[in-house]
């Protein structure tokens, strides 16, 4: 139902920057909920940040401050602005939309990540 496309990982030195895009496309009714999550070697996946149809926002506590996220609905498209990156925020990140499909039924679909490395 709804197919998304990750762009804007790679790699940067500890307290640079970097922003992560997330474009939704295919046959859907309306976005809700889109958000970022990461994974770490040898770590579950966790919640970065997310943002509601109404924009209201959700921060993981080790992120709040250095990142934003925000939605251009118009776009289909959500972003992740990362600043001052630490080494711990090395990890593949995931693109989250739940979604009501065409049908009406509710979907969720997941990006196949972007790596984002942090290191000197």
């Known amino acids: 139902q709804v197919q998304l496309v990750e762009s804007g990982g790679g790699l940067v030195q500890p307290g640079g920057s970097l922003r992560l895009s997330c474009a939704a496309s295919?046959?859907?009714?309306?976005?809700?909920?889109m958000g970022w999550y990461r994974q770490a070697p040898g770590k579950e996946r966790e919640l970065v940040a997310r943002?509601?149809?109404?924009?209201?926002?959700n921060y993981a506590d080790s992120v709040k401050g250095r990142f934003t996220i925000s939605r251009d609905n118009a776009k289909n498209t959500v972003y992740l602005q990362m600043n001052n990156l630490k080494p711990e925020d090395t990890a593949v990140y995931y693109c989250?939309?739940?979604?009501?499909?065409?049908?009406?039924?509710?979907?969720?679909?997941w990006g196949r990540g972007t790596q984002v490395t942090v290191s000197p």
């Open positions: 943002i509601s149809s109404g924009r209201s926002t």
């Open positions: 989250h939309v739940n979604a009501y499909g065409s049908d009406r039924n509710e979907y969720n679909s």
């Open positions: 295919g046959s859907f009714f309306r976005i809700n909920v």
